[in-house]
């Protein structure tokens, strides 16, 4: 009788645990596509949505284009609606997406894939469009992709709580879905970084978990279960192998305490997970199919290009290792979380020896291999920690350990006081992250100084948001923008902003960039670490405009919009031309001495351009002793200083603008050597006062 009612109370509590973990998961999915207007594209959306669109296309019709479907028709999207909402009836609107362009083909990706992650979540993404957006009418065309992301996210919440409640008890499953669910990286990435990191890191965690299940319960059906997660996982980013080394060895501290007949059997059957990893990887990707040696071999070198180099000076090296990884998890992670970390790995050491399973070992291993993996001599990291965002479930379940461990230590189990206990815990995490929303992927902890302290030290990707912040600015510009506007970015792509969101009336275009000419265009820029001096034109808004619109976390500005015209001057310069110059060429180029120091306004030569050779390459620097020399950004020739003018030089013109640097000569660096720049007709500086 004690033993039937043994098993049922334990069934009781799985169960009880199995619906915690999907209304936990429920609540962060409804929570997460709620606010999914808040947030704009990343930039590697319109790579990522073309190309599964494109497979998505041919797999579903057979038909290498999109000559079948009726011409997009250009529309509005408010941009602050999650659903189909726009100035257009519905009726007039052609549900074709945005990102099933004409130049982004089947054909164009057969001929140019391979350079670059897997396609499968860019296909299932577009599924989730065809569905949502094109067939139902119901979700708008950009925030339908993404729901598929979210949908991941919401199924690893869920994981995370019932794995953790499973080990360590309900409180500890808490704890953890909790810091998960408001780990400020995941919140905010589960947003709209939702074709590439989030799903690897749902495969990643997905397959750890089937992989422990498959050994621990003896379970050959798991073991093919983990294998189509790791197959999942291959197909979406290559981060998946980093995960075996986790569970190997883990596997092989387990079987160091339990030898078995079916343990060698279970070790046998690991070998599927490769073969059933290289068929979904292969079979999920057309491009593939040509050629799948070389195709797996290419896709091998990219990997390799972006994650060995020589290690930067700029990612805080120490003995050669890079440190950066772990100084931004420590710096960008709520310092609630990271006492429960450090008090779940005090714990691990009792509970390494206690636990049969070893699984407090694999969650350790979970958590520090991904870190490791890119902090070696030799690797290679970029735009924060998204890249090894794996590492974020094991650190929650950690916190969750931590927590347990702490109450239990004080001898605290009253239901009450842990609930209690909690909502105090996460009150103030939960309201940081409702002051910083839409920007979380900016949080940085007290440790630093907040975003305002990374900022202040200098530190490398600081305020690096990955697109997010346009929404924002587009919804600003739709409200206040006169009809027939100019909008240009200040220097990033035209496709990190779906053209659907701004007003048809307006006029959105890079080639209306007018620098000092000021023809009145408003002009957008993301602004973190380097982009202030990136380009003439950035540097020119910064130092001469009042932005129109910004918006700031711990007073530092993430995204700005000016408006290029005379109204928003900060001060007004009177331009003088320079009488005196003596210009030379020489075999490197052309040096301009103005005999004395002035605050530079541009230089305008106009040359012969008959019977010599197109510049190739140029570069401008500045001195003012003719010994130090300080390269502006760009190269000639160029059509980014101002487009609106053109290419430059061009046609017996060239001009190059500045922002006032003081100096005193000026160098261009040219090539070929007897370029037509170099046949000097006449020559002006002009400078401010």
């Not at 199924?155 to 409640?165: K, P, Q, R």
């Not at 600081?462 to 240009?488: C, F, H, M």
């Not at 808004?541 to 700031?552: D, K, M, N, Q, S």
Request: charged residues 20%.
């Amino acid at each position: 009788m004690i033993h039937t009612h043994s098993n049922e109370t334990m069934e009781n509590m799985k169960l009880t645990n199995w619906k915690l973990a999907f209304c936990f998961g429920l609540i962060f999915f409804v929570a997460t596509v709620a606010t999914l207007p808040h947030y704009n594209t990343n930039y590697d959306a319109v790579n990522h949505l073309s190309r599964g669109q494109a497979y998505l296309h041919y797999l579903l019709t057979g038909k290498k284009d999109f000559s079948d479907l009726p011409p997009f028709k250009p529309y509005w999207q408010k941009p602050e609606s999650l659903l189909v909402s726009s100035d257009t009836p519905k009726s007039e609107i052609v549900f074709r997406s945005v990102y099933q362009h004409d130049s982004t083909t089947y054909d164009y990706f057969i001929q140019n894939d391979g350079d670059g992650h897997p396609p499968l979540s860019d296909i299932l993404s577009s599924v989730f469009n065809m569905i949502l957006f094109q067939k139902l009418h119901f979700i708008n065309d950009i925030d339908s992709y993404r729901i598929y992301g979210v949908l991941l996210a919401s199924f690893l919440v869920g994981l995370v709580y019932w794995w953790s409640s499973r080990v360590y008890g309900r409180f500890a499953g808490i704890i953890s879905v909790l810091s998960l669910s408001l780990y400020p990286l995941f919140w905010a990435h589960s947003h709209f970084n939702t074709e590439k990191d989030i799903p690897e890191t749902v495969y990643f965690s997905f397959f750890i978990f089937s992989f422990w299940k498959a050994i621990t319960a003896k379970s050959f059906k798991w073991m093919f279960i983990s294998s189509v997660f790791f197959g999942l996982g291959l197909a979406t980013k290559f981060n998946i192998i980093f995960s075996l080394p986790i569970v190997f060895l883990w596997l092989f501290t387990y079987l160091l305490s339990y030898s078995s007949k079916k343990n060698f059997q279970m070790l046998i059957s690991t070998l599927m997970i490769p073969i059933v990893g290289i068929v979904i990887f292969v079979v999920s990707w057309p491009y593939m199919w040509q050629d799948p040696v070389a195709g797996i071999a290419k896709v091998f070198h990219f990997y390799k290009s972006i994650g060995v180099a020589k290690l930067n000076p700029q990612l805080l090296p120490f003995f050669g290792v890079n440190t950066y990884a772990a100084q931004t998890v420590l710096f960008t992670t709520p310092l609630i979380i990271l006492f429960f970390v450090f008090l779940g790995i005090i714990g691990a050491k009792s509970k390494t020896y206690s636990d049969k399973n070893k699984t407090t070992l694999l969650f350790i291993l979970w958590f520090l291999v991904p870190i490791l993996r890119v902090s070696l001599p030799g690797s290679n990291i970029y735009g924060g920690v998204r890249q090894i965002m794996e590492y974020i479930p094991a650190m929650a379940i950690l916190a969750g350990m931590g927590a347990s461990f702490l109450l239990n230590r004080l001898r605290i189990y009253d239901i009450r006081f842990k609930a209690i206990f909690c909502i105090f815990t996460f009150a103030v995490l939960f309201s940081t992250l409702w002051r910083l929303h839409p920007y979380e992927e900016v949080y940085f902890n007290s440790l630093i100084g907040g975003l305002s302290g990374a900022k202040a030290r200098d530190f490398p990707y600081w305020g690096e948001t990955y697109g997010s912040p346009y929404r924002k600015a587009v919804e600003w510009i739709d409200s206040n923008a006169l009809q027939g506007s100019k909008v240009v970015f200040a220097y990033e792509l035209m496709p990190n902003i779906p053209r659907i969101f701004l007003r048809t009336d307006l006029l959105f275009s890079n080639t209306l960039r007018s620098g000092y000419l000021k023809d009145g265009e408003y002009a957008i820029t993301l602004t973190s670490k380097g982009v202030d001096v990136r380009s003439y034109y950035d540097m020119y808004l910064e130092t001469f405009l009042e932005p129109v619109y910004r918006a700031t976390v711990d007073g530092v500005d993430i995204l700005k919009v000016w408006k290029n015209d005379k109204a928003y001057l900060k001060v007004h310069l009177k331009e003088n031309v320079e009488q005196k110059v003596d210009i030379k060429t020489s075999n490197t180029g052309i040096l301009v001495n103005l005999q004395k120091s002035r605050k530079l306004s541009r230089l305008e030569i106009e040359y012969l351009d008959k019977n010599c050779k197109r510049l190739s390459n140029g570069i401008v620097s500045i001195s003012q002793d003719g010994n130090t020399w300080v390269r502006l950004p760009g190269n000639l020739p160029d059509d980014w200083r101002i487009s609106f003018m053109g290419e430059q030089p061009s046609k017996g013109k060239f001009i190059e603008p500045f922002v006032g640097q003081e100096a005193k000569f000026i160098r261009l660096d040219l090539s070929p050597k007897d370029t037509c720049l170099v046949n000097i007709k006449n020559a002006r500086v002009y400078y401010f006062e």
